[in-house]
């Protein structure tokens, strides 16, 4: 059985068929290292985390998820942060909410490479909670929020929990994104983000009318060899848009979609591209 993918390096070469790949690694590790300058060489261009920071000095960004459970929690936000919360909130609305899933969340790339090793070792199977968990926890982190009085998922937030072992040593943070990963490699593939990630339910909610999105407008010349979906981390978005079912256009437009562009890549038939969501158009 070959590896998703091969086709695509034999008819694009490796570069292309990593293109999107490669974009998406220097953009979470140029995030990373931007934050970490601060701690590391005392170069402060950015100070905080994903959940709340400032940037050179003047702009701030919250976590609208963050920001959701703080005010949940009875807590009166500042106006920095009610004001990075809306910029962040804005740009995810505009652009797409699961954008910040595959192109900015460090964890991804923990996922991605769980996800890897289990194509890797041919594992299969494994017990894949419902699609809804996701959404369900969501909903019960505001509402711990609101009966604690804290930011309930900040005790246990992967992402939080790998910017402050990368600063100050893997302690339990170690542990939690170890288990992360064993839990995709192990139990569910794509579970963590593609089934229990309150995070990404909420980046979802975000990303139901935004602008970029993927096209199959290419389908016809899909010769059904599954790649696409073998990479895909919600790999139930393409169906409908590749083979037609319950819609008329290309066009993947499920809050679920992340636009990481994997299909991009692994297509050696290049029946995917970026778009937006206003392009209908089939070749």
Request: proline fraction near 5%; hydrophobic fraction near 45%.
């Amino acid at each position: 059985m070959t590896r998703p993918g091969a086709e695509a390096v034999k008819v694009k070469g490796w570069l292309r068929a990593h293109k999107w790949l490669l974009l998406r690694r220097v953009v979470q590790l140029g995030i990373l290292v931007l934050f970490m300058l601060g701690p590391w060489f005392g170069l402060w261009i950015v100070k905080g985390n994903l959940s709340s920071s400032l940037t050179l000095g003047v702009l701030p960004l919250t976590d609208p998820y963050l920001l959701l459970q703080s005010v949940a929690a009875g807590q009166v936000p500042y106006k920095e942060a009610l004001l990075g919360g809306g910029i962040v909130a804005a740009f995810y609305l505009l652009f797409g909410g699961r954008l910040f899933c595959s192109w900015v969340c460090p964890v991804n790339m923990v996922t991605d490479a769980a996800a890897w090793l289990r194509r890797r070792l041919g594992i299969k199977g494994g017990k894949v909670p419902s699609e809804y968990t996701r959404y369900w926890l969501l909903g019960l982190t505001v509402l711990a929020s609101a009966l604690t009085g804290s930011i309930a998922w900040e005790w246990v937030n992967p992402v939080s929990m790998l910017h402050r072992g990368l600063i100050f040593g893997f302690g339990l943070s170690w542990g939690i994104v170890l288990g992360v990963f064993l839990y995709d490699l192990l139990i569910a593939s794509r579970g963590w983000c593609g089934h229990v990630c309150p995070m990404g339910a909420f980046y979802g909610v975000l990303n139901s009318a935004a602008l970029i999105r993927v096209t199959a407008d290419k389908r016809s010349g899909c010769d059904d060899c599954m790649d696409c979906f073998a990479v895909c981390p919600e790999p139930q978005v393409i169906r409908p848009a590749l083979k037609a079912v319950a819609q008329d256009h290309p066009l993947i437009l499920d809050k679920d979609c992340t636009s990481c562009g994997r299909c991009i890549d692994v297509c050696g038939k290049d029946v995917f591209r970026l778009t937006t969501r206003f392009d209908r158009s089939e070749s």
